[in-house]
């Protein structure tokens, strides 16, 4: 189960930090995915971090904007959100990487950005 | 970037029937350890999307084999037999292959 946390309303240019908890021990074995879907619209992969937290890429709309980070001892991964804008409002999504796809979802947390 | 485009956008289906949703990929979704990751999700309302098919024809745990996956180089085919209510709301393709990933836009399914 994965359950996420963090959203809320934030004004442009101010920063969020999302939290992702696993309640499976094997959290540590798994590489990560951030995912988001604007209102009404479709899905957009935001970032990827592997399992031992080394390696992380970004959509170009985030990168220098977005960290993403986990924490293994707590089965927590982190997106650290800087310089919001309105074009990030949506919810926000984490899943499990598993055979190159996000098996298992959270339930999303809303992060709206507006003045 | 891997442009994911899906035909059709919009599936009226008859219940009982089957329901057929296409995938055509700028790139082929090869990644360089040899595997196609090419994904099907389902997405109803007000509900995070859930994994149905991964690399290309594989089904994730608990998904009914009426859902089957196929296609390779570029075109993807996701088939929905004998089609149920439930199976209504939105699939997305996906590709895991190349950075960025990217999505289908979606094909919506609904009941005639």
């Known amino acids: 189960q994965l359950v996420e946390s963090g959203g809320g309303v934030v004004q442009p240019g101010r920063s969020l930090r999302l939290s992702c908890a696993a309640s499976?021990?094997?959290?540590?074995?798994?590489?990560m995915f951030w995912l988001r879907q604007a209102p009404g619209k479709g899905l957009q992969w935001v970032a990827v971090?592997?399992?031992?937290?080394?390696?992380?890429y970004y959509a170009d709309s985030v990168k220098g904007r977005f960290t993403i980070s986990r924490d293994n001892s707590e089965n927590t991964v982190y997106l650290q959100m800087d310089s919001l804008r309105v074009e990030d409002t949506a919810v926000y999504y984490c899943?499990?990487?598993?055979?190159?796809?996000?098996?298992?979802w959270g339930q999303g947390t809303l992060v709206t950005v507006s003045s | 970037d891997n442009v994911m485009i899906q035909t059709p956008l919009s599936s009226p289906v008859t219940l009982g029937q089957s329901a057929s949703i296409s995938c055509r990929s700028s790139?082929?979704?090869?990644?360089?350890?040899?595997?196609?990751?090419l994904s099907w999700l389902h997405q109803r309302p007000g509900q995070p999307p859930r994994l149905l098919i991964y690399?290309?024809?594989n089904r994730f745990s608990g998904v009914p084999d009426r859902f089957s996956g196929s296609g390779a180089g570029t075109e993807f085919t996701l088939k929905i037999s004998r089609v149920e209510a439930e199976d209504v709301g939105i699939y997305y393709c996906?590709?895991?292959?190349?950075?960025?990933?990217?999505f289908g836009q979606g094909t919506k399914l609904e009941i005639k």
């Open positions: 499976d021990s094997s959290f540590s074995s798994y590489a």
């Open positions: 690399k290309v024809s």
């Open positions: 790139q082929s979704p090869v990644h360089s350890d040899g595997n196609t990751y």
């Open positions: 996906m590709q895991a292959a190349q950075l960025p990933h990217t």
């Open positions: 971090i592997s399992y031992h937290g080394t390696n992380k």
């Open positions: 899943a499990r990487r598993n055979n190159g796809s996000p098996d298992y």
